[in-house]
């Protein structure tokens, strides 16, 4: 719009030098100024745009545009100008009023507030390519505005000729080479909808156009060309209305005639998208069958899945098919509703099967669809294998499954094999962690094993010395009594050091529940303590006294300090110390951010190279001879899993720290029995 405003602009000024009369001179600084007037509005309107500020600059956008419609009714009032002068030299040039000043000034300070806007933006942007951008326009502007204010110098008769003028002509350059080189604008859509445009004007209006030209001639015997053109329009809006109008125009129809239509389809829609949140298997069937059976009405909807390995396809889930267990329906791969499934991969509607067979196994098809209470079987195909089968029966009012039905369920079926998919490779995940989780745990029991093993053998040794002399020292007093205690003493001491291992060893479901932080580090220190005597470990504690309780599943994070505190009495070879610390931190700024429990495990071994630390928590990664290396990726796992964070320090010769930071309150993850769950990339990663 604002190189067609220029464009006029310019028309008028090439016109009014080559007129002859002064009549047709005043005539043609219309055509100047209807041009002229709206260059300063547009050119702002097209910086603003330019830089994304329409919005915020509203008011000074509505402001330039209402002085150029004052300046238009001042133009037809023929109070602009008040005549034409001949210049010798020039040509004719119009003759300013008082009220001119208005035109002259918006045509300074409108661009240039809009070329402020460009600079400015220029001055602050670090994107390159924007940058660019806003250089061209700018330099173009410049040249354009600067040349086009010369063209005011003969209307005031200043004896100085409108020397850059032409240069308004360059303005187009720099912009066209912006749009080329900078992709300034997607020019090649205005293009291509041009070309378009033109070709259905010319092909279907040109013809219209004389068809009802020679309509008039035969029926009424004239030709009114007025009333041709004023046809002509019509048919152009019309056309140009109809698609933009029509889609409004039915979905305001369907809501106004067929309001349950309109519910359905945007219930069906809706559940679609909130099917890819569900990753169990067993959640998403009983929601895709619920969904469909309540939203359309249907008496008897069931899903079909299939096992790769059995190569069946069994019910997963179904409303209001009342099935034995002995009556369960299990197709084959090989079975005919399958077969005809994979092959025609669209609905199957079982009343057009029994009117028109497609083979000989059709009885067949028809009966598996009888038992299964359905009138259509739809497909659901991933990679081009069918993994469920979705079947639907009679709807309530007994209404027939229109094209529309079925292109909206088979849409829903697509999104559905996406769903399942994921939920799949979601449990492939969880069986892959849990089977990392179990060798982890084996490994860390190998190790207490062959720790409690010597700590148990010394008590044991007390308890044999005291059965071997007993009778021979029985009368003596004080040999019982003495003796008796320490027996005693030890053997609840043996209890307690089973019991702790039994505690870790025994598999649990997960439970998360409100736990005292510092009981479950403790529990965990003290069966760990043999073996760092054992390596001149000293393990020290320095728990919190008032720390909030936090939601964990006790036995998971059990693992997490077996496996850091291992680790610590193994960094060091020649003995040292371990320091065990809790405390309540907050967290603000970074995610995630909260309330949080911070443990502490400092040692003073050997510490991490940097190269290594970035590896850590990579499953399989270790720099020991011995030990699987899933230590530290399980323990970041279920530390992640509870909604917290495991932090690293630590230097070469002087020791190591981890930082495991759980949150205060009931975390998300863990609580999801609903099926629904957060995949994100770090528990992909890890």
Known sequence: MLCLATSIWH????????????????QIVYLIYLGAIFIPPLYLHFSLSLVNEEKTHRRVLVGAYSVAGIELLILLSGH????????????????????????????????????????????????????????????????????????FLPIVQAPIPPF??????????????????????????????????ALLLSGLLVPCYAIVVVSQYVIFGLISYSFSMVTLVLLTVVGFLFPKLRFKTEDALERALFNKRSDFRETLLRSSKDMVSIVDIKALSENLV???????????????????GSGSYHLEASAGLDLALSDRVLLHREGPL?????????????????????????????????????????????????????????KDDRTIYSNEDLELLTMLT????????????????????????????????????????????????????????????????????????????????????????????????PNVAPENINDVVDNIARILETQAKEKNVAIQRDFGEILPKVWID??????????????????????????????????????????????????????????????????????????????????????QEHGGFVTVESTVGKGTAFFVHVPVGKP??????????????ANLNH
């Open 11 to 26: 028309l008028g000024r090439f016109v009014i030098a080559i007129v002859g009369s002064s009549e047709s001179a005043h």
């Open 80 to 151: 602009l100008t008040s005549g034409v002068r001949l210049d010798p030299h020039l040509g004719y040039y119009e003759i300013p009023t008082r009220t001119y000043v208005l035109h002259f000034l918006a045509f300074v300070l409108v661009p240039t507030y809009g070329l402020f806007r460009l600079i400015e933006h220029y001055r602050v942007s670090d994107l390159p390519v924007k940058k660019n951008q806003l250089k061209y326009v700018i330099f173009a502007s410049l040249i354009g505005f600067l040349g086009g204010g010369t063209s």
């Open 164 to 197: 850059g003028a032409p240069l308004t002509y360059f303005y187009t350059f720099p912009i066209a080479y912006a749009i080329a080189r900078y992709r300034l604008m997607d020019i090649g859509v205005v293009i291509r909808k041009g070309v378009i445009y």
């Open 290 to 308: 619920q969904t469909i059976g309540k939203t359309l009405a249907i008496e008897k909807v069931s899903l079909l899945l299939n096992n790769d």
């Open 338 to 394: 399958v077969k005809l499934l994979q092959l025609r991969r669209e609905p199957v509607v079982k009343e057009e099967l029994e009117w028109v067979p497609v083979g000989p196994e059709t009885s067949q098809t028809v009966q598996t669809m009888s038992k299964l209470g359905a009138e259509i079987s739809l497909p659901i195909i991933s990679k081009d294998k069918l993994i469920g089968i979705l079947n639907l029966g009679h």
């Open 414 to 509: 697509n999104q559905a094999a996406i769903a399942i998919e994921n939920a799949r490779l979601y449990e492939n995940l969880k069986q892959s962690q849990d089977t990392l989780r179990r060798a982890d745990r084996l490994s860390s029991l190998g190790l207490l094993t062959a720790g409690l093993a010597h700590e148990i053998r010394n008590p044991l040794v007390a308890i044999r010395t005291f059965t071997q002399l007993l009778p021979e020292r029985y009368d003596d007093a004080e040999f019982r009594e003495g003796f008796q205690g320490l027996a005693l003493k030890e053997v609840d001491r043996i209890c307690g050091l089973i019991n702790d291992l039994l505690s870790f060893a025994r598999p649990s479901k």
């Open 554 to 639: 006790r036995e998971q994070m059990k693992q997490v300090f077996m496996n850091l505190i291992l680790n610590a009495i193994q960094a060091m070879h020649e003995g040292g110390s371990i320091s065990i610390a809790t405390r309540s931190v907050s967290r603000h700024g970074a995610e995630p951010s909260g309330e949080f429990v911070q443990i502490e495990v400092r040692d003073t071994g050997i510490g991490i190279s940097e190269a290594d630390l970035q590896h850590i928590f990579d499953p399989f990664f270790t720099s020991k001879d011995e030990g699987s290396g899933l230590g530290l990726a399980v323990s970041h796992q279920i530390v």
């Open 668 to 681: 998300v993850r863990p609580a999801a029995a609903n099926g629904r769950a957060q995949v994100n990339e």
